[in-house]
């Protein structure tokens, strides 16, 4: 009885909702129905029809029923579809099995494609969903078999434009509230340590992280990067990258048997002084070059920097330039000092140039420092130099100026003069207040002298390399730039007074390094040279009989460390 009461409820319910519905459908039909049409009745319409789809939605507007069905996902911007169950990827063409749902693409997306986050694909769906949006619109307008139910009809015809809009708008900020992606910590801390990296490799200053044009250069690479504030760089992060890369160089000087120390002396802009150690040992074959430290104490720093990194017991030499108190400061450290060989050369070029002999090289070298510095400083004697140099077809060059630190300037100043001799002569003969030319006994002068200083440069050059080991081929190298200079004819009296003072402070600057140990010792160790490189017989022959003493040293040392243990027939190393 009880059940059959519930039906009967049931069917009375839906027939009373049956009637409502269709009262209020015709109500509809009636109001939509343009004037001169007559209106649809409910039993023209089927059941599919009567409630708005089928041949009633295609008659009013055919796109809607056959609009194809897209996708919605924003995974589809970046996809075509191959089959139903795989997918190609337009950025790396690769197929990606889908079954039936997009978390496999979205996961190829995030992973292969990381830069690719959301943000675009919110442009894309917003511009689709608006022009398809607008298409609907602009059609239900133009076609006039629509039902007038727009805005036009009730007086509000401006509006209707500025409610497309408003519902655009509405649209582009409901989509563009979709959350991006953010960095990962790993990702934060692995583009800090290149920033780290960049700053000191590059001697970038620390303030870079806050030019406008810096921080729009990271935007436009990775907008979701934030780069650190100057504290945090100088306070935080600049102590954390040191550390990591100090126990990294500990490792290395931690397997190497022996290391050498170079230490550069310079003074900062507020002439504060200053020492810097740099390490050079060779692990697994491979030459290492790490600094390990730069303090304002010069005193007693060496040892100290030693004991910090623990390699007080691997140093066999410190390289230091020609200064008194660091010769000093080597000999109480109790090992081997050398001097630097560049620097050396340095102070030989100066003093020979300097020597009273060459005051005619003096007296040519300041009209050359004055024609110099006058092209540096007026554009218009700059610009008739390039015109004279295109006028008579000879290469665009500019004149290189000297540095009183570095000889070698000296001579890049006096070469570049003479290779532009004839375009400098035309230019300074058009300027009305120009240097004096030089003269044609200062030309031959100089065609004379730049062949004598050109083996020092090259030997300057090749032992400055920081790219392999020089010890062995110092020795060498000044044997074959001291055997040019002695070769070569000069033509007039002050080339033959050059030659003469190169050639005795060769001989009292350079021949210390024939009796070096290291030096010595490292050139006849190198099959390429032996005893052939070295001048003096008695010099090699020393420097073969220390070598061969401190190999019997090292065997009878190793011999009494070794024990061996007679056990069968074996023997066991202990």
């Known amino acids: 009885m009880r059940s059959a009461a519930s039906a009967f409820r049931l069917s009375h319910l839906w027939a009373v909702n049956t009637k409502k519905l269709s009262f209020w459908l015709r109500i509809f039909i009636l109001f939509i129905t343009p004037p001169g049409q007559e209106p649809h009745t409910h039993e023209?319409?089927?059941?599919?029809?009567?409630?708005?789809?089928?041949?009633?939605?295609?008659?009013?507007?055919?796109?809607?029923?056959?609009?194809?069905?897209?996708?919605?996902?924003?995974?589809?911007?970046?996809?075509?579809?191959?089959?139903?169950?795989?997918?190609?990827?337009?950025?790396?063409?690769?197929?990606?099995?889908?079954?039936?749902?997009?978390?496999?693409?979205?996961?190829?997306?995030?992973?292969?494609?990381?830069?690719?986050?959301?943000?675009?694909?919110?442009?894309?769906?917003?511009?689709?969903?608006?022009?398809?949006?607008?298409?609907?619109?602009?059609?239900?307008?133009?076609?006039?078999?629509?039902?007038?139910?727009?805005?036009?009809?009730?007086?509000?015809?401006?509006?209707?434009?500025?409610?497309?809009?408003?519902?655009?708008?509405?649209?582009?900020?409901?989509?563009?509230?979709?959350?991006?992606?953010?960095?990962?910590?790993?990702?934060?801390?692995?583009?800090?340590?290149?920033?780290?990296?960049?700053?000191?490799?590059?001697?970038?200053?620390?303030?870079?992280?806050?030019?406008d044009g810096f921080q729009k250069f990271i935007k436009e690479l990775e907008p979701r990067y934030n780069l650190p504030s100057r504290r945090t760089l100088t306070c935080r992060l600049l102590p954390e990258r040191y550390e990591i890369l100090r126990e990294r160089a500990q490792e290395l000087i931690s397997e190497a048997a022996y290391a050498a120390l170079t230490t550069d002396l310079w003074t900062s802009v507020p002439l504060q002084g200053y020492l810097s150690a740099t390490a050079h040992f060779i692990v697994r074959g491979k030459l290492f070059s790490v600094i390990l430290a730069t303090r304002k104490e010069i005193c007693r720093v060496l040892s100290e920097i030693s004991s910090d990194w623990a390699v007080w017991d691997k140093i066999v030499a410190v390289v230091t330039d020609n200064a008194a108190n660091m010769e000093v400061a080597v000999r109480r450290m109790g090992v081997l000092h050398l001097c630097c060989i560049a620097h050396t050369l340095n102070l030989l070029v100066q003093e020979s140039l300097s020597s009273p002999l060459l005051s005619e090289f003096e007296d040519l070298r300041r009209p050359c420092c004055l024609i110099v510095g006058h092209f540096k400083l007026s554009t218009s004697a700059t610009a008739k130099l390039v015109k004279s140099q295109e006028v008579l077809n000879r290469p665009l060059l500019k004149l290189k100026q000297e540095v009183a630190t570095r000889w070698n300037s000296?001579?890049?100043?006096?070469?570049?003069?003479?290779?532009?001799?004839?375009?400098?002569?035309?230019?300074?003969?058009?300027?009305?207040?120009?240097?004096?030319?030089?003269?044609?006994?200062?030309?031959?002068?100089?065609?004379?002298?730049?062949?004598?200083?050109?083996?020092?440069?090259?030997?300057?050059?090749?032992?400055?390399?920081?790219?392999?080991?020089?010890?062995?081929?110092?020795?060498?190298?000044?044997?074959?730039?001291?055997?040019?200079?002695?070769?070569?004819?000069?033509?007039?009296?002050?080339?033959?007074?050059?030659?003469?003072?190169?050639?005795?402070?060769?001989?009292?600057?350079?021949?210390?390094?024939?009796?070096?140990?290291?030096?010595s010792s490292t050139t006849i160790l190198d099959p390429r040279f032996k005893k052939m490189a070295i001048g003096l017989e008695e010099n090699a022959s020393k420097a073969y009989n220390r070598i061969q003493d401190e190999a019997d040293a090292l065997h009878l040392r190793e011999k009494c460390r070794c024990e061996y243990v007679r056990r069968g027939n074996t023997y066991i190393y202990k």
């Open 44 to 211: 023209d319409l089927s059941p599919r029809q009567a409630i708005g789809g089928g041949s009633f939605a295609q008659q009013y507007h055919p796109s809607i029923a056959t609009m194809p069905r897209q996708n919605k996902s924003r995974v589809w911007n970046y996809f075509s579809k191959k089959d139903k169950k795989v997918a190609v990827c337009d950025l790396c063409h690769r197929e990606i099995n889908t079954h039936g749902t997009t978390s496999n693409l979205m996961d190829h997306i995030k992973h292969r494609h990381p830069t690719v986050h959301l943000m675009e694909s919110v442009d894309k769906d917003q511009e689709s969903v608006i022009q398809s949006r607008s298409t609907i619109q602009e059609g239900f307008v133009d076609n006039p078999q629509l039902p007038s139910t727009s805005f036009q009809e009730r007086g509000t015809k401006g509006d209707s434009s500025k409610l497309q809009g408003a519902k655009k708008s509405s649209q582009l900020t409901i989509l563009g509230t979709m959350k991006v992606q953010e960095l990962s910590h790993a990702k934060i801390k692995s583009l800090n340590a290149s920033l780290m990296d960049m700053i000191a490799k590059d001697f970038i200053p620390v303030s870079a992280v806050v030019n």
């Open 410 to 519: 000296t001579l890049i100043m006096l070469r570049r003069l003479l290779e532009v001799k004839t375009s400098l002569t035309l230019a300074l003969t058009c300027l009305p207040r120009s240097p004096p030319a030089l003269t044609n006994r200062q030309w031959e002068i100089l065609e004379d002298c730049i062949p004598l200083l050109n083996p020092l440069e090259e030997l300057t050059t090749e032992l400055s390399s920081d790219k392999y080991v020089t010890s062995s081929v110092i020795i060498p190298l000044i044997m074959g730039a001291q055997h040019l200079v002695m070769n070569s004819k000069p033509a007039t009296t002050v080339g033959e007074h050059l030659k003469e003072v190169l050639l005795e402070n060769f001989s009292k600057r350079l021949s210390p390094y024939e009796k070096h140990v290291i030096t």
